[in-house]
């Protein structure tokens, strides 16, 4: 079953925060992140797994609440760069299909 | 290492027509799976591959084939297009698939089914 992102879509201003969520209804093993330019392919930015911990890559982090079957991706002071629309990716199990949710489209302005 | 592979980059079909996808990847992983993407839409999974020899179907398997006679390329085949499967495909590789671990992402094939 596919998970739910929220927001579908949000616009900062560079500098702005702004936080994607991903929820799940059913028992995650861990929660995958990309970010996809438009035209281009996803690229992977991290994983994080049942657990609740919690990973950075540059100003970007995110947290796995396992109890709430939920991922938070945290945008923090938001540079032009960070545009382009977000997905989170669920593995129920360990070695389990991916299944992605419908994305976020983030948009940065000067 | 040229990663993930695919040809072609773009591609148009009458109704009816079949052709192959083609993905390669250079890093000797065992994973490999096939996504369409639709506008505005999240990646949908067609079918994926644990290893040479072994396919399975993901959620939209319907109108496509797949095979895996070697680890580094994974085709993919639409038997008689439809409207309905023009998308972006995309082709992604994983170095076993055990949870942990990233997936490459190849470039995109862009389809247009007239």
């Known amino acids: 079953q596919q998970p739910v992102q929220s927001p579908q879509a949000v616009i900062l201003r560079e500098g702005e925060d702004a936080v994607i969520n991903c929820s799940s209804s059913k028992a995650l093993y861990s929660v995958h992140w990309y970010r996809q330019k438009h035209g281009e392919a996803p690229v992977f930015l991290m994983i994080l797994l049942k657990g609740g911990e919690q990973k950075g890559h540059e100003k970007i982090s995110a947290s796995f609440n396992e109890k709430k079957q939920q991922s938070s991706l945290y945008l923090t002071a938001s540079q032009l760069s960070y545009s382009g629309t977000y997905f989170c990716g669920t593995e129920k199990a360990a070695g389990n299909k991916l299944t992605f949710g419908g994305g976020t489209r983030v948009l940065v302005k000067p | 290492n040229a990663g993930v592979t695919q040809t072609p980059k773009f591609q148009v079909l009458k109704t009816g027509q079949s052709m192959t996808l083609q993905c390669a990847q250079d890093m000797n992983h065992e994973y490999m799976s096939w996504y369409r993407q639709d506008p505005g839409m999240g990646l949908r999974l067609i079918h994926y591959s644990v290893g040479a020899g072994i396919t399975d179907q993901g959620e939209v398997p319907n109108g496509y084939n797949v095979s895996r006679s070697t680890t580094e390329d994974f085709p993919l085949r639409l038997l008689s297009a439809a409207p309905s499967q023009t998308s972006v495909y995309f082709c992604?590789?994983?170095?076993w698939g055990g949870g942990q671990e990233t997936q490459y992402f190849g470039p995109g094939t862009r389809l247009l089914v007239l």
């Open positions: 992604a590789s994983t170095p």
